[in-house]
């Protein structure tokens, strides 16, 4: 391939794109398909014999489900691609295609919500007990292994608190057990941390954010290691029946070559509204894995490679009222869950019951702001306005 040993701008340009193979055309074809034709018993046969690697069926996912797979693992480094419906669908597939009813797993306490949900419910019904663990714990995970852990679970920045995670120590710790290790990726995108660098085995994202990045696709990717890669797909194409359609694949891929411009905006602009809200009289605390004070700060300077658009605000104590007058008569920031498309977010994030290992006590309300694309000094005056509403006046 040509983008091999290149950099991190040039492979998402490249990767996965065969134009010659399609009469010159720059991006490859949306193939739609149910039915896949054999030439013969022997190339059937032979087919079956190289299942998930050779395409015998639509499940499988078509040759754009393939393109998208190919220019994906060479940005994050991983050997192979599981493509599926949504992020939640990346999560279930990871967790169902390593675990198995007697196994114990370790779930940081910061989990995406549904993820929790999956853990609580289906995993707890099929007999997989699950312990969660601090996000800050460290090479402490240790203490809470069992003879029975077979994975540890990472998701870091972690959901609205955005705790950077010591992923070498836990990963340390999981390579002397012989334990998988499976991270959700998905504020970093492999432009700014690659799994497979820090020796984890799976990577989870859910492709809805910033890779497809136009808030109108719902798309999950599951990356591992050529040894993995079996498993996963099963469960994915052969259990569950879930491949992503190749009209999503297409659009994924499209977003994949902007990505790095994209984030490149993301980064700034949500730098610049974090620094200056960071200021301000009425914040408490801004919760942004690049900036000092928030938890992990440390571990995301020595291991990340940048920061994307997503944060968290505490404000200070205030009534209710002020807070919703606030989020109510936002011009330009949207009220609405999902993040990483072009346009900037301001939801609630009030975190209640979901957290166990290590309860979670913000002084006042908490916002989460996504960093849209769109020119700060215009979002900075929005959240002026907005902070204005928050006083009162
Ligand atoms: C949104 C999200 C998911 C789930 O993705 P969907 O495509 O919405 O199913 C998983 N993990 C994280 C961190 C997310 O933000």
């Not at 194409?237 to 879930?242: A, E, F, M, Q, V």
Request: net charge neutral; glycine share 10%.
């Amino acid at each position: 391939m040509a983008e091999q040993g290149k950099k991190d701008r040039t492979i998402a340009t490249h990767a996965g794109s065969h134009p010659h193979d399609n009469q010159g055309v720059v991006n490859p074809p949306v193939y739609r398909a149910s039915t896949v034709l054999f030439r013969s018993v022997q190339d059937l046969r032979e087919r079956y014999k190289r299942k998930y690697e050779a395409i015998t069926y639509g499940r499988d996912g078509t040759p754009t489900y393939r393109a998208l797979a190919e220019a994906f693992t060479a940005l994050e480094t991983s050997d192979k691609a599981v493509v599926v419906p949504s992020g939640l669908a990346a999560v279930t597939t990871a967790l169902l295609g390593v675990l198995n009813p007697g196994d114990h797993l370790l779930m940081v306490d910061t989990a995406y919500e549904p993820t929790r949900s999956v853990c609580d419910g289906f995993l707890a019904k099929i007999g997989i007990e699950v312990t969660y663990y601090d996000p800050m714990v460290g090479a402490g995970i240790a203490a809470l292994m069992r003879p029975n852990t077979k994975a540890i679970y990472l998701e870091s920045p972690g959901s609205l608190t955005f705790e950077t995670q010591d992923v070498p120590a836990i990963v340390g710790v999981a390579k002397a057990r012989g334990c998988v290790t499976m991270i959700d990726n998905t504020w970093a995108t492999p432009l700014f941390f690659k799994p497979p660098k820090f020796g984890i085995d799976i990577g989870i994202y859910a492709a809805t954010k910033y890779i497809c990045g136009h808030s109108d696709i719902m798309m999950g990717i599951v990356t591992c290691r050529a040894e993995l890669h079996h498993q996963l797909a099963k469960m994915s194409h052969g259990t569950l029946g879930h491949a992503a359609a190749p009209d999503e694949c297409y659009q994924a891929l499209r977003g994949l070559r902007t990505l790095h411009a994209r984030l490149t905006q993301h980064q700034a602009t949500a730098l610049t509204l974090a620094r200056w809200l960071a200021q301000r009289p009425e914040v408490e605390q801004v919760l942004h894995p690049a900036l000092p004070g928030t938890p992990g700060h440390e571990f995301w300077k020595r291991d990340f490679a940048g920061s994307s658009g997503l944060f968290g605000v505490v404000l200070k104590p205030c009534a209710p009222e002020r807070v919703e007058a606030m989020i109510d008569g936002m011009q330009l920031f949207g009220m609405g869950y999902s993040w990483g498309g072009y346009e900037s977010l301001l939801v609630p994030a009030g975190l209640t019951t979901s957290r166990s290992a290590k309860p979670w006590h913000a002084v006042g309300r908490t916002v989460r702001i996504h960093a849209g694309l769109e020119d700060p000094d215009d979002l900075i005056a929005d959240l002026e306005d907005g902070l204005a509403r928050l006083r009162g006046n």
